[in-house]
């Protein structure tokens, strides 16, 4: 049985268009959320494991900006890349890529959640290898931002664990591999360790949601480089070279990344500013939304040095 959104209501008042981008010898598919001509675009990258269905809850508190969410190449609908590997690298050459090819005119801001947050980053730092580069957003903004190595973390056992785990998948013949990352019990285990809400009827729509998209991967091969990729690396390594103005939101039960870290992130980048939510943990875009929405919304309100928004 499918529990119910409790944010149904209002995504569903959004017009919401799909689309394809061809990028680095795949296609892309993507969400087109709100109003195309608006001002202002948000360009949503998710997590690790995920697609385009873990931001919505975001988008729908989101009012008056054009909201764009791709599926990360390999997971969700969109294909694996094949000009690159699924490697932070190949990640961020594909933001790079996909952004450019939208073609976007106005304010462009660029959000990226969990493991997103590190693609970002590591897109908007690689700009110094080519200037030419076509991704220049005006804000930047990162959600449960993974701020120092996973391995450090308050439950660094659990990372521990899944570098196991994804280790014994990668060895096992390719069929018992396959099936072990898409094994129920085990996504269940995962989403239960990040659910920090008390709600039990927004318990069951959480679990549910990763019941359905947690297991949305091409293949083996695409989702174990990925993994690497989410733990092999994190936001601290490229923030000095952001200039962007820059708006980190985190939670106080994160189990991937304490406050602390986060506090020292942000110190890290030119411009930045930290929100911290109470009780909450890595799944902010899940539990509070609105809140996160409130921030963003908030922030890109704010007049910039130049006295733009």
Do not use: C
């Not at 799909?18 to 360009?43: C, F, K, M, N």
């Amino acid at each position: 049985m499918i529990a119910s959104s409790p944010y149904d209501d209002r995504l569903g008042r959004i017009p919401v268009r799909a689309g394809d981008a061809h990028v680095l010898g795949s296609t892309t598919r993507y969400w087109d959320y709100g109003d195309p001509s608006a001002a202002t675009s948000i360009v949503l990258v998710h997590g690790f494991r995920g697609d385009h269905h873990g931001l919505e809850p975001v988008v729908a508190h989101l009012d008056g900006f054009r909201l764009i969410s791709p599926d990360l190449p390999g997971f969700g609908e969109s294909e694996p890349l094949r000009d690159a590997h699924h490697d932070i690298d190949g990640y961020a050459a594909w933001l790079r890529a996909f952004v450019a090819s939208l073609d976007l005119t106005g304010r462009v801001v660029i959000l990226g959640h969990s493991f997103g947050s590190i693609i970002v980053s590591a897109a908007l730092a690689g700009r110094a290898v080519d200037p030419a580069d076509a991704l220049h957003p005006a804000d930047v903004v990162l959600v449960n931002p993974i701020a120092a190595p996973a391995l450090t973390g308050p439950r660094g056992v659990l990372t521990r664990l899944a570098v196991f785990y994804y280790w014994l998948a990668s060895v096992l013949p390719e069929r018992l591999g396959f099936a072990l990352l898409r094994n129920g019990l085990i996504v269940r285990v995962m989403s239960v360790a990040m659910a920090k809400t008390d709600d039990k009827a927004l318990r069951r729509w959480i679990h549910d949601q990763h019941d359905r998209y947690f297991s949305a991967f091409s293949d083996r091969r695409v989702v174990l480089e990925a993994f690497r990729a989410s733990v092999g690396n994190d936001v601290s390594e490229f923030a000095p070279r952001i200039p962007e103005r820059t708006l980190l939101i985190a939670a106080d039960k994160d189990d991937i990344t304490p406050v602390a870290a986060q506090e020292r992130l942000v110190a890290l980048f030119p411009d930045a500013r930290l929100h911290v939510i109470a009780d909450v943990g890595h799944l902010i875009h899940y539990e509070v939304p609105a809140e996160a929405a409130e921030q963003i919304t908030a922030f890109l309100a704010q007049p910039t040095a130049d006295g733009s928004r």
